[in-house]
Structure formats: structure tokens, C-alpha cells
């Protein structure tokens, strides 16, 4: 038997953030979870802000439990969500706590922005999804909200950056998280200089940008002396969750589909050149990129944010319920053929989503959902139906013919989702692991170590190391 290896995985997504150690021995990774907590986002007047140092705070609280473990922990990677960002002055100070991408401060910055750069044009560079939160439109709505903060800005770290940051005092910009942004050339893989300048945004704001793999260093002293950890190298993995839950995923074949199920729907294939065609910049897909080059075309759905809020509030105003119970509403409701937009605006983020799905409902002559079961319903089918309509697209787009869908993340967990995913797709599905993005950052890391060569090594040992579940269409 080999000597296990020890990595630390940081996986923060829009809900919640876990530490995950990893054991890799004899080909197989085994996960524990050392540390988990809620990630909270808090209004401040009319402005929706992360709680960002709290979230430090719950990431050295991991460290210090993995310190307490007394093994040999040779790395760690950290991986968030896309798009948002935090400025640094010129003496290395955050300046102004980063806003949430829900934030609505950016509502007319797509209009704005293409009054300067006609958006045919923008997509042909970046080849990313118009959305109004992508950093570029971040960006332009500073300027206007905050022109003091960021006059006064020297550097710009994306979220798992600015954390490597805290943790290490490098600075830098990991490509696949800024590609998420609309700021890189999406065909040479760097920043683009030209676009920037014509919105009016400095490019020298940028760090210099790193790849998926890249070793960044050792942790700072004052982490080190605070937390108790030490010989840990900070890696640069695929810093965005979804590139790394990609690079978690043991696809079937090289036509299956890819969809990452957490908070976001993240639905696309793994292609090695990015679309950049007049068709894609009119269906309005994204080119992110990957690790090893790769490119994620895909679609952003808005996801099980619209669940996870339903939940929440119901249990603020009607009482106590959990997932399974939502589940098992949802099988016994009366109506099954209730269904939302998922992407419509008002899920955004509502004060009650209970309200809005049925006002939705309302509103589109369906009638009024009544009891928890038919709003999950609505919920449930708008998600599926998404799903279905994407990957019609994709094959239209991409031409190809999608042999399976491969879904990884939180998201599997729901068996009816699952079950609907392959009834209203037409397509098989193959769901695992649940822990995509971890198991990405992990491979990353240990690619990086030396310790396996290539990424599809490491997603036949992902594969080799947990159980996936397929699901037929009916």
C-alpha cells in the first residue's frame, strides 16, 4: 500500500462553503469534510454585499480544524463562483466590501455598455453570456456608484483570488475564473486590452493572469502562526466552481453534455476552441474557459437558488420543512403541470419567492399553485424544461448529438430532479459524483504535484472512487 497524499479542497459556493480533506492512495480519492458553514449575503441599505471577511473567517477556522487532523497536508486549492470581485489600494487594502452579483446596481449596464461597444461585436471577442452581473458590467456600474473607490483602486482580485491573496500576500487572476467576466479574448486566452480601454476601465487594474495548476506558494507567516498549518502550498486550481466541477467529471464520451446542479444550472460540453458564431452570439451562450485548455460551452440557468429560497421561506412564514419533504410534496401534488422561467428577472433575488412563483403562475393564465408540492412543481418543471430547450440548442449549435448528460454536484442529490432531467431531455442521464467541484480542485492540485500526469487520469480515477447513477428517460 502506498503512502495516502493529503490535500485541502475550499470549495465556496453561492449558499454555503465547505473544507474538504482529501486522501488520495492505491488510485482512489476519499473525501472527508472537515468544516462547513452557511455563506450569507447581507443587505446594507439598498445594496447586496458578501459577508466577505466572516467567509475568511470560516476559511481559517477550516484551516485550524485541518491543522488539528496532525498529517502531512501538502496543498490546498480554493474554488467560488464566477464574476464578483474586490478592489485592492495601492498598499495591498480591500477598499469597499464586494458586492453580490444579484445586486441590481447593474440593471441597465448591458444596455449601457453596448451604446459603446455594439454586443455582436463584444461577444465576438469575449464569446461570453450576456448577463447584467458579468464583471465587465460590474466594472462600468462602479464607476458610477463607487467613482471614489475605484479612482482610488490599484488591483482587482475575483473572489477565489482575492482569498489566495489573504492567505499567501501573492496577487493574482486565475484564468478560468476571470474568464467568467467578459474581459478576455476568448480565442487567445488573454485579457482584452482593446475592449477595456473603450469602456473606460483600467487594465492595469488586472494582476498577472495564472493557469489551472499553477503552484502560487506557501501560506504567510501570520496565517501560518494564526491557524497552526504549515508546509501547505497555496495552488491556483480551476479557481471557478464550475470549471472545476467539469474537470470532477468522469464523462461517458466526448459528446456527453456536462451539467453542474448547485445554485446555478450549469449546462454546456467540453469543446477544445470557443463558438464565436453569429448563431452563438444569438442563442446567447458562453464560452468559459477550462482547465488544460479546454473550453466550457454552456448555459447559465438560474437553478436550485429558486428552490433553496422557496425553502427558506417557507420555513420563515408557514413552518419547518427540509428538501425530502419538498420532494415528496411535489410527487403528491394534486396539479403536476404548473412551471416557471427560472431565468425570469423577479426570481432574481425576492424578498418571498413563495410570492413570486405564484404570481408567475398568476400571471401567465396557469392558475394559482396551491400548497408547498404544486409551487416545488412549478419549480421543478420550469428547471427541466430549461434543461430540455439547452440541450436542443447545444446540438444545434455544436453539432452534435448529445449521447448523455453527465450531472455532478449538490444538485444529484435530488432523485426527482434527476428522474425529470431524463424524462424531459429525452437523454440518459449519469448523475456523480456529488462532490464535482471538490474532486476537480483536488485533481488540479494533484496534477500539479506530479502526482498523476493528465486530467483524464484523474477523472478515471474520480470515476474509479465513486458511484454514479443513471437515469433512463421514460
Not at 463584444?122 to 461570453?128: H, R
Not at 464550475?242 to 448547485?262: I, M
Amino acid at each position: 500500500m502506498s503512502e495516502p497524499i493529503y490535500n485541502l479542497a475550499f470549495d465556496f459556493g453561492a449558499s454555503s462553503g465547505r473544507m474538504i480533506l482529501s486522501k488520495f492512495q492505491d488510485g482512489k480519492i476519499e473525501l472527508e469534510e472537515l468544516h462547513r458553514f452557511y455563506n450569507e449575503p447581507v443587505w446594507v441599505g439598498n445594496v447586496f454585499y458578501w459577508d466577505t471577511f466572516r467567509m475568511y473567517h470560516e476559511l481559517k477556522t477550516g484551516l485550524k480544524k485541518a491543522a488539528a487532523r496532525k498529517i502531512p497536508i501538502q496543498s490546498m486549492g480554493i474554488d467560488t463562483w464566477g464574476v464578483d470581485y474586490c478592489l485592492l489600494d495601492k498598499e495591498g487594502n480591500v477598499i469597499g466590501n464586494p458586492i453580490h452579483y444579484r445586486d441590481d446596481r447593474t440593471e441597465h449596464s448591458i444596455e449601457e455598455v453596448g451604446k459603446i461597444v455594439p454586443l455582436e461585436e463584444l461577444y465576438g471577442t469575449t464569446g461570453i453570456q450576456f448577463m447584467n452581473f458579468n464583471t465587465l458590467f460590474q466594472l462600468h456600474a462602479d464607476m458610477q456608484m463607487r467613482p471614489d473607490i475605484y479612482e482610488k483602486a490599484d488591483k482587482i482580485l475575483l473572489m477565489p483570488d482575492m482569498f489566495g491573496y489573504f492567505l499567501t500576500g501573492k496577487k493574482y487572476n486565475e484564468y478560468t475564473e476571470l474568464s467568467t467576466g467578459q474581459v478576455l479574448d476568448a480565442k487567445n486566452r488573454v485579457l482584452d486590452v482593446e475592449l477595456l480601454k473603450k469602456v473606460g476601465i483600467r487594465p492595469e487594474l488586472f494582476c498577472e493572469m495564472v493557469a489551472p495548476g499553477t503552484i502560487i506558494g506557501d501560506l504567510c507567516e501570520q496565517v501560518v502562526d494564526e491557524t497552526g498549518i504549515s508546509g501547505v502550498k497555496m495552488i491556483a486550481v480551476g479557481s471557478h466552481d464550475t470549471a472545476s466541477a467539469v474537470a470532477g467529471t468522469p464523462f461517458e464520451d466526448r459528446n456527453a453534455a456536462f451539467l453542474s446542479c448547485g445554485t446555478w444550472s450549469l449546462l454546456g460540453m467540453e469543446l477544445d476552441e470557443p463558438i464565436l458564431t453569429k448563431e452563438s452570439y444569438e442563442y446567447n451562450y458562453t464560452n468559459e474557459g477550462g482547465v488544460e485548455g479546454k473550453i466550457r460551452y454552456l448555459k447559465n440557468i438560474n437553478g436550485l437558488w429558486v428552490m433553496q429560497n422557496l425553502r427558506r421561506n417557507w420555513c420563515e412564514f408557514e413552518g419547518e420543512v427540509s428538501f425530502p419533504d419538498i420532494i415528496a410534496a411535489a410527487k403528491a401534488a394534486k396539479r403536476q403541470d404548473f412551471h416557471i422561467n427560472p431565468n425570469d428577472p423577479r426570481f432574481n433575488a425576492p424578498y418571498n419567492m413563495m410570492k413570486e412563483v405564484i404570481g408567475y403562475c398568476e400571471d401567465h393564465g396557469q392558475g394559482t399553485p396551491e400548497g408547498l408540492g404544486e409551487i416545488a412543481m412549478a419549480i421543478y418543471n420550469g428547471l427541466t424544461y430549461e434543461y430540455k430547450k439547452t440541450i436542443e440548442d447545444l446540438e444545434l449549435l455544436t453539432g452534435k448529438i448529445i449521447s448523455c448528460i453527465n450531472m455532478v454536484g449538490g444538485g444529484i442529490q435530488d432523485q426527482l430532479l434527476c428522474e425529470l432531467t431524463a424524462k424531459q431531455t429525452g437523454k440518459k442521464v449519469v448523475a456523480g459524483p456529488t462532490e464535482g467541484s471538490v474532486l476537480g480542485n483536488v485533481v488540479m492540485q494533484l496534477k500539479a504535484l506530479g502526482y498523476i500526469s493528465s486530467l483524464e487520469e484523474g477523472r478515471a480515477i474520480v470515476k474509479n472512487s465513486f458511484e454514479q447513477k443513471v437515469h433512463m428517460p421514460q
